[in-house]
């Protein structure tokens, strides 16, 4: 059984019979079965008895006087497809490429039986090109017929447009559910709602800051007493107390003016305390990082030896060429007279106070989580703002791609496109979103304002979509400098 219908509604749609599909598509109905044989199509795809002219536009061309330009010019019959242009229309040299410089030119009309009748230019007429595949824009027998094997590529893939037709169809319904479904929420409502996130998030952060300042004023009072006893030691080990005003100036200019290194602190105050130690009983020994270890009598060294400070060396001094200090890498560790300080402490308050730096430390990272919290509910809230703005289709269903790429590697470098976000070539920004060309039908959308040419324009982006089961990028070109255009499928246009 096969299925030879005339098209009366043009436009795609899907018909069943006794097990047979039939479906409609550009103008034609096709057959489901194997065999392939091509339905019949509607009057305007026919050709005529007039070469070169259309079935619907036959009227005109019938009788003995043929009418053109509106009117004005009246002519016998015998001057359609003379070869010679008698009209400013061109209308009577349907046939020939006589009147192809006529921006009124209808062109020629190819029947192409058994596959589709299209227009082609009157100057493409007998010009030794095949342009139809019937061969009728040429003089008979310069081209062969073969509209049959064209026709039969062209169904299969007018098949195929079908069936991506309707599962497209399916999965656009899903993106409208979905984009509805995010519409349906009210704006308002999701922005008090992250404003009271963010409420929330800081008031527990200044919180936080306040506990952490009390822990932190604590912690420098400890340290600075810390200080203060240590120091105060110092001085006594040392017996700076014995020296006088005058002594101690001197003792604080050599050390600016030599530089405060370990070597020249140690010659000033070796100096300094060697007058002052024959009447000591004690040596005193201070170590490179500052520690000081007292010596008691039974410790003094012999008549023969030097009563003096000497500089007890606790790790290696590194020196460079030059006789300069390098810089210890363990520079940071802790005094070793704090460290004695901390052992004498009791237990009680070693525990205290470790238990209030470890609280310390923990509101700290807990405070570090709370600002990335901060800083991904206040971007959060700006995409609300910036997405309440942006068009998503009669139907939001181009809400299902705001947040996905796609990408195709072709002409030797990787282009990528994120509708509503940005497009790229590599790492050269093709430009960002700009919305659907006015007029479209949400066919077009673009990318502008991208990285700048050398010597030329911003690199821009216009994206021409189609019909498809799913994304897929299908083509880039650049037609124009810096201008790039792209073929795109999507469930999103299927209708």
Known sequence: VKFRLACLVCVPLVLW????????????????????????????????????????????????????????????????????????????????????????????????????????????????????????DEVEGTCSNNCLEVGKKYREEMRQFEKDRTEGLERKKDYIRRGQLVASKNFEELQASKNAEIESAEAEETKLNEEIRILEEEEERQRKEKEKVLRGKRIQSLHLEKLDAHELRVLIVDLVVDGGSKHSL??????????????????????????????????????????????????????????????????????????????????EEKTKQEKEESELEKKRSTRRGISDKLRTLKSERDDLEKEAKLDFGPEKEWWALKGQCFSIDTGGYKYEMCPFGKAKQDHISLGSWSGFEEGSDYKVFKFTNGQRCWNGPERSLTVKGSCGVEEIILDVSEPSTCEYHMQFKTPALCK
């Open 17 to 136: 019979d006794g097990g047979f599909g039939v479906f409609v598509a550009n103008g034609w109905l096709f057959s489901s079965s194997d065999d392939d044989v091509p339905a019949a199509r509607d009057e305007g795809d026919l050709g005529s008895s007039v070469k070169g002219v259309a079935r619907k536009n036959e009227n005109a061309y019938t009788g003995l006087r043929f009418s053109c330009d509106g009117g004005k010019g009246d002519f016998s019959i015998d001057v359609v497809n003379d070869n010679y242009c008698d009209c400013k229309d061109g209308s009577d040299e349907p046939g020939t490429a006589a009147c192809s410089g006529i921006a009124a030119d209808g062109g020629f009309f190819c029947v192409n039986e058994n596959y589709k009748g299209i227009y082609i230019p009157s100057s493409r007429v007998s010009d030794g090109i095949c342009d139809c595949c019937d061969g009728t």
């Open 266 to 347: 140690e010659n000033i105050l070796n100096r300094v305390l060697k007058e002052k130690a024959e009447n000591s009983t004690v040596v005193v020994e201070v170590n490179v990082d500052g520690s000081i270890n007292e010596k008691t009598d039974a410790d003094t060294p012999a008549p023969d030896e030097p009563l003096i400070a000497t500089w007890v060396e606790s790790d290696t001094v590194d020196m460079d060429d030059d006789g300069e200090e390098v810089e210890d890498e363990d520079a940071e560790k802790e005094d070793a007279d704090e460290e004695d300080e901390d052992e004498g402490k009791p237990k």
